[in-house]
């Protein structure tokens, strides 16, 4: 299965931009990118998903390399909120219902 | 709407004792899915079920069993629990699938084992 390799944190200020890198040079050409944010003492939330184009929803965007051999979560502009740890996940290669979490990038946020 | 709801949140077990997590939906989601947190680390695949009915095993499903009882329902049982199962286990739920679906989870129950 891809696998995906993220900086393990990654710091920011409030109101700032925040460019979230993700490796993922061995994809498949029907993989799909997603991101989850997992807050503080909370289960995982949605953040965004795409296989080709580029992304855009009220949480973020996501921007796919060309190549897709990485892609990249911009927050547009980071709250305190968003502190949080942010996964980058491959679907499974040979089993569509499957999404394997690594271990993330943890983004500070301060003020 | 409450979304995905576990039960319970929080319990302590001793070597060798079983419980059982549960699970429900109320999104009309096909599939459902059981992961488990060690601190510090990302989540772990158990198990998962793709449809009422079936069940298929994840990264970790050794010392586990579930059970899809009906469509809203999916429950994660230890037969005999040992300290290495001590986690947070979290239930969630997708209605398309994990591929190109988005995944719902529950608040998390926390375990320990003594």
């Given at each position: 299965d891809a696998k995906t390799t993220q900086p393990n944190s990654m710091e920011s200020n409030e109101e700032e931009p925040v460019h979230l890198p993700c490796n993922?040079?061995?994809?498949?050409?029907t993989d799909y990118i997603h991101w989850y944010r997992q807050l503080p003492s909370q289960g995982p939330e949605y953040v965004i998903h795409g296989l080709t184009s580029n992304v855009n929803n009220r949480m973020a965007s996501l921007a796919i390399a060309e190549d897709r051999k990485s892609s990249t979560l911009i927050l547009h502009r980071a709250t305190l909120r968003d502190a949080a740890v942010y996964y980058c996940i491959l679907s499974a290669r040979h089993n569509t219902d499957k999404l394997i979490f690594g271990t993330g990038t943890r983004l500070q946020v301060f003020p | 709407n409450a979304g995905v709801t576990q039960t319970p949140k929080f319990q302590v077990l001793k070597t060798g004792q079983s419980m059982t997590l549960q699970c429900a939906q109320d999104?009309?989601?096909n599939s459902m899915y059981w992961y488990r947190q060690d601190p510090g680390m990302g989540l772990r695949l158990i198990y998962y079920s793709a449809s009422e009915g079936t069940t298929d095993k994840g990264e970790v499903p050794n010392g586990y069993n579930v059970s899809r009882?009906?469509?809203r329902e999916f429950s994660l049982r230890l037969e005999s629990a040992a300290p290495s199962q001590t986690s947070v286990y979290f239930c969630a739920s997708s209605f398309q699938g994990a591929m190109s679906g988005e995944l719902f989870f529950g608040e998390g129950s926390r375990l320990t084992v003594l």
């Amino acid at each position: 299965d891809a696998k995906t390799t993220q900086p393990n944190s990654m710091e920011s200020n409030e109101e700032e931009p925040v460019h979230l890198p993700c490796n993922h040079s061995t994809i498949s050409g029907t993989d799909y990118i997603h991101w989850y944010r997992q807050l503080p003492s909370q289960g995982p939330e949605y953040v965004i998903h795409g296989l080709t184009s580029n992304v855009n929803n009220r949480m973020a965007s996501l921007a796919i390399a060309e190549d897709r051999k990485s892609s990249t979560l911009i927050l547009h502009r980071a709250t305190l909120r968003d502190a949080a740890v942010y996964y980058c996940i491959l679907s499974a290669r040979h089993n569509t219902d499957k999404l394997i979490f690594g271990t993330g990038t943890r983004l500070q946020v301060f003020p | 709407n409450a979304g995905v709801t576990q039960t319970p949140k929080f319990q302590v077990l001793k070597t060798g004792q079983s419980m059982t997590l549960q699970c429900a939906q109320d999104m009309n989601h096909n599939s459902m899915y059981w992961y488990r947190q060690d601190p510090g680390m990302g989540l772990r695949l158990i198990y998962y079920s793709a449809s009422e009915g079936t069940t298929d095993k994840g990264e970790v499903p050794n010392g586990y069993n579930v059970s899809r009882l009906n469509k809203r329902e999916f429950s994660l049982r230890l037969e005999s629990a040992a300290p290495s199962q001590t986690s947070v286990y979290f239930c969630a739920s997708s209605f398309q699938g994990a591929m190109s679906g988005e995944l719902f989870f529950g608040e998390g129950s926390r375990l320990t084992v003594l």
